[in-house]
C-alpha cells in the first residue's frame, strides 16, 4: 500500500491523544477514531476528510477543495479532497482533521 508517509505522520500528530485505528482504504491510509473514518492520506499527498454532509457546500469554496471521486463517480455528500498542496501548513491541516473531529463526535453520539 502506498500513501505519502509524511501526510501521514502529520495526520498522527494532528490526532495525537485520541484513539486511532489505522487501515488501508480508499488507495491510501485512513484513520478511524471511534471506528469511525475521519482521514485519509493518499499516494499524492491529498489530504481526505469525512465531514458533516451539511457543511460540504461551504468547505467546497475553501482553497483546494474538491468533491472525492472513487471509480469515475463522485463520493456520497460527507467527503472532501483537499489537494496536497493546500494542506502544506499544519494551522490548515489542522482545521480539516478538526472537521473531521467534529462530525466524528456527532455521529458517534448519535450512532450512525
Known sequence: MAYDRD???????ALAGRSVREV????GLTFMVNEKMAANAN?????????????VDSLLERDGA???????????????VVEAK???SDKILKSWIQEALDYNKKVTEGGS
Open 86 to 88: 493546500r494542506v502544506k
Open 43 to 55: 499516494t499524492r499527498g491529498d489530504l481526505m476528510v469525512r465531514c458533516d454532509p451539511s457543511r
Open 24 to 27: 488501508s482504504m480508499f488507495g
Open 7 to 13: 501526510l501521514a505522520d502529520r495526520i498522527r500528530g
Open 66 to 80: 474538491d468533491w472525492p471521486e472513487m471509480r469515475g463517480k463522485k463520493m456520497s455528500k460527507g467527503w472532501i
